[in-house]
């Protein structure tokens, strides 16, 4: 009988402290906070854009100027 008693206190125990420390642990942690552009990001882009466009112009342009029989120097 008194290994039931033991038992059933040593449950109790364990329900009781599993319910404790799950409400322990449910603090919730404050969310991240969103990122931020600070604007580099966007410069950079735009003159990563510009390049490419400055390479584009130069490669659709040389053909053209190579081949004329106009000397500008």
Aim: glycine share 6%; net charge negative.
């Amino acid at each position: 009988m008194a290994s039931r008693i033991n038992v059933a206190g040593f449950a109790l125990f364990t329900v009781v402290f599993a319910v404790i420390s799950s409400l322990a642990g449910a603090q919730s942690l404050a969310p991240a906070p969103a990122p931020t552009s600070d604007g580099t990001s966007i410069d950079q882009g735009i003159a990563y854009l510009l390049m490419v466009v400055a390479l584009v112009l130069t490669y659709l342009i040389h053909p053209l100027d190579a081949s004329s029989s106009l000397s500008f120097f």
